[in-house]
Every structure is written in C-alpha cells, then in structure tokens.
C-alpha cells in the first residue's frame, strides 16, 4: 500500500491514546478490578463484565460506598429455618472480610409470632396478611412484611439489601448501589417486552416504554432504605391485584411477586443497576469466581459421572425441597468428579456452617405448607 502519510499515522496513534484513555477511566469510574471482570468478545472488543445496564444519568457520578442492613424475610416454617440459620452463619462469617460493606442484620419474620430463633438471629416480628388475602402464595406476605418492618424499626445504615433464606454470601458483598440508584440481579426469566400486554394492566402507558421495568425481583436487591419505604406500599398494592387478576395470576404464577416489585419500582420512576455478578444459581452457573451470593433455588441432580440429570433425580443430588420438614443432615455426601465447582461450593458451605451451628439436628414437626416458596 505504500508508506503511510504522517497524518494518517498521528490520526492512528491519537485514536489509540483515545481508547486507551478511555478504558482506564472507565476502570477507575466503575471501581476495582475486583467489581469489574474485563473480557474480550469474538471481535476483539473489550467487554465490561458484570455490570450489563446502568441507568444514564449514573455514568459520571462519584462513588461513595456505605454500609448497608441486610433484611431476610421468613417464616417460621421449618423448611424456612434451617435456610435462615445456614444464611446467617455465612453473614456473620464474611461480613468482617475485606471487600465487604454488610451492616447489620434483620430476620423479618411474618408469621405474627415470635419462634425458637429469636436469640440466635436478629428478628423482627410482623404480621402476615390477613386470612386467605394470599390465596396459598406464601411469599405475597413480603411486601407487606417490609412494609410494617420499615414503618417500626429504626436501623442505623442508609441502604438495605432484600435478601432470601436460600441465599449464602459465597464472598464479602460491597455496596453495588450507586447513590440514589439501587442494585439489582437480573433474571432471565423476568422478561417485561415479552408480557407487555399483562404489564400494561399496571403499567400504564403514560408512565413510559415497558423497558423501564427492570427484569428483576425485589431480592437480591441493595437499595436506600427511604427509596424502598415509598415503593414498598406500592409493591404490596400491586402484588395483590396481580393476585386477583387470573389472567396475570395464570401468566407469572410463582414469580408474580417478583413482576410486581419490578413494576412497582418503575411506577416510582426507579430503575436499577443490572449487575450479573450479585448473584449465581447452580447448577446452571458452573463457578463462584467473582460472585457474591449463591441462590440454591434449583435442584442439583448428577449421575456418578458428574453429568447432569436435571428433570429427574440423580444418583447424587441436593435439592433444598428434599427437607421440607426439618433440616438436611451434618456432612452431606460430597457431588462426584466432574460436577461443576459451583455445585461442590454450595455443599461443602452447607456442611461448614451444619458443622458449627449448635443443635443443628433438632427436629421439629411441619408447621407451613412450603407451597409457594422458590
């Protein structure tokens, strides 16, 4: 082709240091290399990793990192305890870490009365909805519950992570949140644009694009706590007329709830900060690396070769709905070779915090359905 003019070369090596500027500001603006997985795609461009949507008006801020309160909504169901009191174990254990910004910890309990774990998890007691409102689905009782627990408890952080009884902090969570813009995962089954017809029902047109509603449950989700006290209402009030609509009853079925937050959120004019990296679930996520909370919501199922038999049980399985009516035993048997690390983690933490929970084997007769629990 020639030699090149020196124009052209100035024009090349100017476009470079463009880019390279960029790449570094973008890595000082979004924070450490630990919240920021950098990635090259097929055509050789940079992919910033976990963060996969952050709301405009958030790119040029400052940020300031603050401690926030985690809130664990739970009943006192058996099946429910056993999780709180792994859930909270590896709370106490990973939030003294490096990296992590936990505060301090609340188990909103909304079965209206005190239960057996009242000295060994902090716990707030509320009331759960009035006879047959929830019509069977058990987590309709969780607007509600943050509802009464934010109207009747002062707590000292400005953010509060939504959390759930089968969620175990795998390494010390930061603060995702960005100022005034809550974090949150994103799900993919959560999906607005395809259901845009039945969102409309409660998300009118004149509030926006159906986009503006996240793909996203209100847990997990790191959020400042006077935001969560005005959508809170507005969750609970939508929830339950999405109960009462068999159309939409019919259509989300057990993540209802979790629709409901999302559009409760963006009638409030609040959207969330996407990040992949909050949250993995095996055994579809295959490693921890990097990843803040395992969500064992899904049975693991595996052959003696390591291979996956979701759909029907495995040779070797865990499956949190296998101990509905008390908790798993001490030292479960270890997944075979060749089964994922994600999977091998979340048993081995399961056995850890068996191992150290004091009378962890005590029985206790079923007192709640866990119909309706995820």
Known sequence: MGRASPLLLFFLVLGSSFAAYNIVTMIFHYGSSENLAVADDVDGHLLFDPVITMPARVKNRKISKSPFHVALTATDAPYNKWQCRIMYYWYKKKKSMPGSEMGGFTRILHSGNPDNLMDEIPTVVVDPLPPG?????????????????????????????????????VNPLPNLAYGGVPAAFPFFYIRPNENEKIVRKFYPEQYGPVTNVDPIGNSPVIIRKDMLAKIAPTWMNVSLKMKEDPETDKAFGWVLEMYAYAIASALHGVQHILRKDFMLQPPWDLETHKKYIIHYTYGCDYNMKGELTYGEFGEWRFDKRSHLDGPPPRNLTLPPPGVPESVVTLVKMVNEATANIPNWDTSEPLTEKANGYR
């Open 133 to 169: 409102l929830d019509r069977g689905y058990i987590v309709l009782n969780r607007p509600w519950a943050f509802v009464q627990w934010l109207n009747k408890t002062t707590i000292a952080e400005e953010y509060v992570l939504m959390a759930e009884p089968d969620h175990i902090f």
